[in-house]
């Protein structure tokens, strides 16, 4: 799909009439009308107020000329799983997992690729192959080539690791020691809670990328633990296959 056709279908879509387009983008409305005939594309400044407006990166918004990909982690990128920065804009180079509101969440690479190798097991890949790969793989990417210089001196580990004390101080019982936090985003673990007045409840944004992990009880059986965090809270939960019945055990205020 070329950019006059991306441009119009997120119009139209939105339901804007060229006129309320070039008033959100402070255009004039005959520079929309060209871009949805082709004549010209939207400046680089103007790209930016489209990306903000319509939730779409840059990329898609000029046909996705590009295949993009996580410069830490390797992912293919879509809109729905690109990163953002603290004001809300999308960053292109990283997914929500390794880039989560401005901050890296990823210091070594060992452990992201224990994360990694979770998800790539299977059909195509044994562990020692994924493994493998990743170790390749990981060292050409942007991010870890450009490491000394886009680390943040190890702040956000010391983060993490507060915040680890901080949950294994709590003393959850049946619940075993957290180890580590890995970066999760929103949607994938927002689960409904039910309180005693029979409504259900979401305590996590959707969009925002949260530190967690996911722990087998202490007591046997198929229920986990989930465990949460972010910079102002503490969740804990138990949780079946897939995060079937979720029941909330403590919700605490940092």
Sequence with gaps: MSTKDVIYELRTKNGLSQDELAEKVFVTRQAVSRWETGETVPNTETLKLLSKLFNVSINTLLGSPRQLICQCCGMPLE???????????LNEDYCQ??????TYT???????IDVCVQHMVG???????????????LPQLDYWKRYEELSDDGQFEEFKEKLIQEINDLHIEGM????KLNALVGRFVNLPYRLPSGAEVKFLDDQVTYLGNQLESEFGGDRCFGVLAGMDFILVSTYGKDGADPELVLYKKR
């Design 106 to 112: 990823y210091s070594d690479m060992d452990d992201l």
């Design 176 to 179: 075993p020691k957290v180890e």
């Design 79 to 89: 809109d729905s799983i690109i990163s953002r920065e603290k004001d809300g804009t």
């Design 123 to 137: 059909e195509d890949f044994t562990e020692e192959q994924a493994r493998a790969y990743m170790k390749q793989r």
């Design 97 to 102: 997992w390794c880039y989560a509101d401005g």
